[in-house]
């Protein structure tokens, strides 16, 4: 156990050696040179593993996200398992939500139901601010998990307003996104109110974890790829920005992620991110030249791949490594989360094989 668990600190204002901030994950995030490319996984921690779907098998998802034992277990499983450089807070984008005053729930096999959608500047109106108070066992939580990891870094997170806003005013998942567009499209200033509401409580939750000690955040814009590059600069970058924005001055990197973003990409680094999450679709040499030098990339293995015989995954990650020594920083990553179906031992060979591939010698 470290005496420095914040990882932030030192006296004279570097950061301390061997803890998170001097981490791999954090130094490819700040484009710095490590041992190593740094992997970590969407949705690590969850239904891929057996530890998990017994702890799960007896307690709902929210409260599950409720309990700091639970979080902080669950969120050890991953790091334990497959000895990733980075573990991840688990929760759901709709915990600060339902913080924030909304009733919804989150159903098997659907995802988030909200009780009553939000599509009226009444509705607005019930989406409360919240503080630490609203979420005491999140920042329990963090704390527990910052003491336990020592020298690995922590990454929170929240869903960015888009992906939240949709949610609310679908009621629940969306393949369309219809009625979230329709009213973006038909009533702009609700629109905008709506968003600027969840950024507030979004910026909120971020500091939250940002104050009991996670060492980066990964702002998750998933369903961000429903819209074009202009209606994302009109409608959407405004509000990511205000987030992002907002913690600038916070020290910590701060990712950018979502689905389908190939036009985006650009803009979803404009809004203020250290790191941008690239799925797929973009091979990362092509999403560096989009995104710029001054920014580092995270990528973006196809899910799916890893459910195909090995030879075709280690060829697949081998292509990614090699084209994510084009940014100035790679963070290895899926280009979603983790399919429930994986097998987890295929997810501890590839954090392996990238060491593997990328190890350096040492300074
Ligand atoms: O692996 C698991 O499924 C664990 C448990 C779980 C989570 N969310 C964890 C989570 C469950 C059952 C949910 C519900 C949920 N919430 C779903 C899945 C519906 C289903 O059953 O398949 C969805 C799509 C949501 C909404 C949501 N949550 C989004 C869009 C995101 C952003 C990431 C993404 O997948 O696009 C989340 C974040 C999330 N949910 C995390 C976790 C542990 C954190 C991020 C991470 O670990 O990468």
New binding site residues.
């Given amino acids: 156990m470290t005496t420095d668990t914040t990882g932030t600190a030192a006296r004279d204002g570097e950061p301390r050696r061997g803890g998170p901030a001097d981490s791999p994950f954090v130094r490819a995030c700040r484009r710095e040179p490590g041992p190593h490319t740094p992997v970590w996984?969407?949705?690590?921690?969850?239904?891929?593993l057996p530890e998990?779907r017994e702890i799960?098998a007896t307690v709902p998802?929210l409260e599950s996200c409720r309990r700091p034992e639970l979080v902080t277990e669950i969120t050890l499983q991953p790091v334990r398992r497959h000895g990733v450089d980075a573990a991840?807070?688990?929760?759901?984008?709709?915990v600060p939500v339902a913080a924030a005053g909304i009733d919804l729930d989150?159903v098997?096999?659907?995802?988030?139901v909200v009780a009553e959608p939000v599509r009226t500047a009444a509705d607005v109106e019930r989406i409360s601010p919240i503080g630490r108070d609203d979420v005491s066992y999140v920042d329990e939580a963090v704390r527990q998990l910052v003491a336990e990891l020592g020298d690995t870094p922590l990454i929170g997170?929240a869903?960015a307003p888009f992906?939240l806003a949709s949610?609310l005013v679908e009621g629940g998942?969306s393949r369309t996104h219809a009625k979230t567009k329709a009213l973006m499209y038909g009533d702009p200033e609700l629109w905008h109110a709506l968003c600027a509401r969840l950024a507030e409580v979004t910026l909120s939750f971020l500091r939250v974890q940002i104050d009991a000690g996670v060492s980066a955040v990964?702002l998750?814009d998933?369903?961000a790829g429903a819209l074009s590059e202009a209606d994302y600069r009109r409608f959407v970058l405004p509000h990511s920005t205000y987030v992002l924005g907002g913690l600038a001055d916070a020290g910590v990197p701060r990712i950018h992620f979502g689905?389908g973003t190939a036009e985006l990409l650009g803009a979803m680094g404009e809004a203020g991110a250290d790191v941008v999450g690239v799925d797929w679709r973009t091979p990362l040499d092509v999403a560096t030249r989009r995104i710029g030098p001054d920014k580092a990339v995270q990528g973006n293995l196809d899910p799916t791949v890893l459910l195909a015989p090995w030879p075709v995954v280690e060829a697949e990650v081998r292509r990614i490594v090699e084209q994510g020594r084009a940014a100035p920083g790679h963070v290895f990553n899926l280009g979603?989360?983790?399919l429930?179906e994986t097998d987890p031992d295929v997810l501890t060979r590839v954090v392996a094989l990238v060491h593997e591939l990328t190890a350096r010698p040492a300074r």
């Fill in positions: 996984f969407m949705r690590q921690a969850g239904r891929s998990y799960r998802m991840i807070l688990f929760s759901d984008i709709v989150i098997p096999g659907t995802g988030p997170f869903g992906t949610y998942p990964q998750f998933s369903w689905v979603h989360g983790v429930p």
